[in-house]
């Protein structure tokens, strides 16, 4: 499974969670989700994340969609766009 680096690339208006640009975590080919330096990650824009990162890392060439998205908000709608990259 490929490793992925997600990045908060921009806060539309909020983040409750405070998070700001260039955050970042890390999700492992072992299914682990590492976030460097003690930082957090909030809880309800990692539930919207978690089912588009697991087939990301999987790479299903049926799925054009997900190989070509790179970006994704949280489920708030002045909340973070993250950006998801191959690590």
Known sequence: MKELK?????VV???GAKLKPGD???V???GKIMIPDNQEICMFA???LIPFL???QMDIKEDKYII???RLCCPDPGGVIFK???K
């Not at 997600?6 to 921009?10: L, P, S």
């Open 54 to 56: 697991v087939n990301k």
């Open 24 to 26: 970042t975590f890390y």
């Open 68 to 70: 070509d998205m790179n």
């Open 28 to 30: 492992t080919g072992k």
């Open 46 to 48: 990692l539930q919207s």
């Open 13 to 15: 208006d909020h983040c």
């Open 6 to 10: 997600v990045v908060v690339e921009q």
């Open 84 to 86: 998801i990259n191959e």
